[in-house]
């Protein structure tokens, strides 16, 4: 009898639950935008998103292909202007273009992301995801 095993330590700090060990991850670049005019403050953040469900809109681009993003808050008439989104980015926050949506399903995918529902509209579709289960 020949018995094989093969473990892979992983420090107490680090969990894998509800994780492949190779999922890529999934970054977003929120941009605030707030005032109007020489007033308006503009400010972008990028973060990892590690939460159970995602929602996100895929929609055509005027340079071609489709983008990945979502408003948050968006501006409303007789009220100080904010406008508050966020975009699908790379590590160094530059975004990403998409050729195709097989190509945007397939990226999620590869982050541990499986599609939960998909409405389409008229330039795309918004898009809910929820983690992969192990």
Do not use: H, W
């Not at 107490?12 to 991850?25: M, W």
Request: aromatic share 12%.
């Amino acid at each position: 009898m020949l018995i094989i095993s093969s473990c892979k330590n992983i420090p107490k700090t680090q969990t894998t639950i509800g994780k492949s060990p190779k999922a890529e991850k999934l970054f977003i670049k929120t941009t605030s935008a707030t005032g109007a005019d020489k007033n308006q403050i503009k400010t972008d953040s990028i973060s990892e998103i590690t939460s159970d469900y995602f929602e996100i809109r895929l929609g055509l681009l005027t340079t071609g292909g489709y983008g990945a993003s979502k408003d948050v808050i968006t501006p409303e008439v007789d009220k100080e202007f904010k406008y508050v989104f966020f975009y699908i980015v790379n590590a160094d926050g530059s975004n990403i273009k998409f050729t195709t949506s097989t190509e945007f399903l397939n990226y999620m995918s590869a982050r541990d992301y499986e599609l939960v529902n998909q409405i389409p509209n008229n330039y795309g579709a918004d898009y809910t995801f929820k983690r992969k289960t192990k």
